[in-house]
């Protein structure tokens, strides 16, 4: 920790060098800051690249190390305003998701990402899988659009043991997200609408808005999406399709009861309708074994089950199934060939061979401790710092905590502010569909307790004037 500290004081000092110098001035020499800060050689080295990487400085071979000076860009002079008028209205904003997957500096405390953190990632298991998978001539050679049985067959098995869907039921999907935007244009024509809990996935609010698609917000509470609103939006609306995650909604970590989950069912069938059912953190409960997936009380096929390992493994790891059964599979396999026709195949015989390991179930148990452990941090450090100021459920699964504001204080202010103070947070705006229940900030509670505490604190200091 004291290194870290170390090379961020290093490097905000060259930062500071940067903003108060002219283009093409020369900076202090590796040996003058290693005796200014008391560092190592290396350290030095480290806070260049991360200057270089940034394109505030660059290296000269036997001269030294300068601000770098504006070059010319290919394209000054030229004009694209024709290109606006040619492309028509935009599909989607991804600007807010574009922020989210953004890498932030790297001296900023983290209160916000989808993703376990380094240090609670499988990347031992994934090492020793890729280098294996890698040396298989065969994997490098074309696949079925589905992907590999074994891995589907894996995953066929993970929903009621097998007795839901076969491995011909399943297509493995570069991710994810690929595989929600690919289930939308898929099953929702372009100007329809589809319904969404809300808040929701701001993910899936790109995708659909993307795809053209009209969004149909249906509310929430403590036990899932509202039975009579979703009905009433089915028969009002002639929506076919209803996204959902049933199991530690991102963000509110909501999980539906099991009552309400046979209901929801029943809705589905009686408007003729399906279920996307984006269970994005099913290895992730924190508190005993998650419920059973809305699919495997389905018998009809009006689920569309969707599963990630990036979310449990590695964000590296971008491999997904999606499960459906009748005329909705051969729509997506279909939508499925004009994508990218097949995941890379030595990164699915890497997946199966994680996921089959011995080390996976370690690796799992290892993740949820962690995860509960700091979780129960950020929610110790919020009681500290801001008390009955704000409002919030404990979450039971996942890695999010949402964060009900008080009503005055504006969500998208507030991440901006501290933005400026190194605390990168998410604001609540972005997971409605419509207009917002109130203000809320999503924080996830997966990085190192340290930084949730300094965080939290930060925070606090910026609220409770406000209060």
């Known amino acids: 920790m004291k290194s870290d500290n170390r090379l961020l004081t290093v490097i905000q000092s060259l930062r500071d060098a940067v903003a108060l110098a002219r283009p093409g001035t020369r900076l202090p020499s590796v040996r003058t800051l290693i005796k200014e800060h008391h560092v190592s050689p290396a350290t030095v080295e480290r806070a260049f690249a991360q200057l270089v990487g940034e394109g505030l400085i660059e290296p000269r ?6 601000v770098r000076e504006a070059s010319e860009s290919a394209s000054e002079g030229s004009d694209f305003s024709w290109q606006s008028a040619a492309l028509g209205a935009a599909r989607g904003d991804s600007g807010f998701l574009g922020k989210l997957l953004r890498v932030p500096p790297a001296e900023s405390l983290i209160l916000s990402m989808g993703y376990l953190p380094p240090d609670l990632q499988a990347s031992g298991l994934l090492a020793t899988a890729l280098r294996q998978a890698a040396g298989r001539s065969e994997l490098w050679d074309r696949l079925p659009i589905e992907g590999l049985e074994p891995l589907r067959a894996w995953f066929a098995r ?8 076969s491995p011909h039921d399943v297509i493995i999907y570069g991710g994810g997200q690929a595989a929600i935007a690919s289930i939308f244009r898929a099953l929702v024509p372009p100007g329809r609408p589809i319904l969404v809990e809300t808040p929701t996935y701001t993910g899936a609010i790109s995708a659909a808005r993307a795809a053209g698609l009209l969004l149909v917000p249906v509310a929430m509470d403590e036990q899932g999406v509202r039975p009579e609103l979703l009905a009433d939006a089915f028969r009002q609306t002639g929506a076919r399709v209803f996204y959902s995650q049933p199991t530690f909604s991102n963000p509110s970590g909501v999980v539906m009861s099991t009552d309400r989950r046979a209901v929801v069912l029943d809705i589905a069938a009686e408007a003729r309708a399906f279920i996307v059912e984006d269970d994005w953190a099913r290895e992730l409960h924190l508190t005993g074994i998650a419920p059973a997936p809305l699919a495997e009380g389905d018998r009809n096929g009006h689920v569309v089950y969707v599963r990630s390992l990036a979310k449990s493994a590695a964000p590296g790891l971008r491999v997904a ?10 729509r997506l396999k279909s939508a499925r060939g004009s994508d990218d026709f097949f995941v890379s195949g030595p990164l ?11 080390g996976w179930k370690r690796h799992l148990g290892a993740a949820r401790a962690a995860l509960i452990e700091r979780r129960d941090t950020l929610v110790g450090a919020l009681h500290v710092e801001l008390g009955n100021c704000v409002a919030f459920k404990i979450p039971t699964g996942g890695m999010h905590l949402w964060l009900r504001l008080p009503d005055h204080i504006s969500d998208i202010e507030l991440a901006t502010e501290m933005a400026r103070q190194g605390v ?11 207009d917002p229940e109130g203000s809320f ?6 990085t190192v307790p340290a930084s949730l505490r300094e965080g939290t604190r930060r925070i606090g200091q910026v609220i409770k004037p406000q209060i």
């Open 61 to 66: 071979p036997g001269q030294g190390t300068f």
């Open 158 to 165: 993970e929903i009621g043991n097998g007795a839901v869907f």
């Open 321 to 330: 199934a999606v499960m459906a059964r009748g005329t909705a599979l051969a």
């Open 348 to 358: 699915q015989a890497a997946a199966l061979a994680v996921v089959s390991a011995p």
């Open 424 to 434: 990168v947070v998410s604001a609540g705006r972005a997971w409605f569909p419509a």
């Open 441 to 446: 900030l999503r924080l996830t509670f997966a």
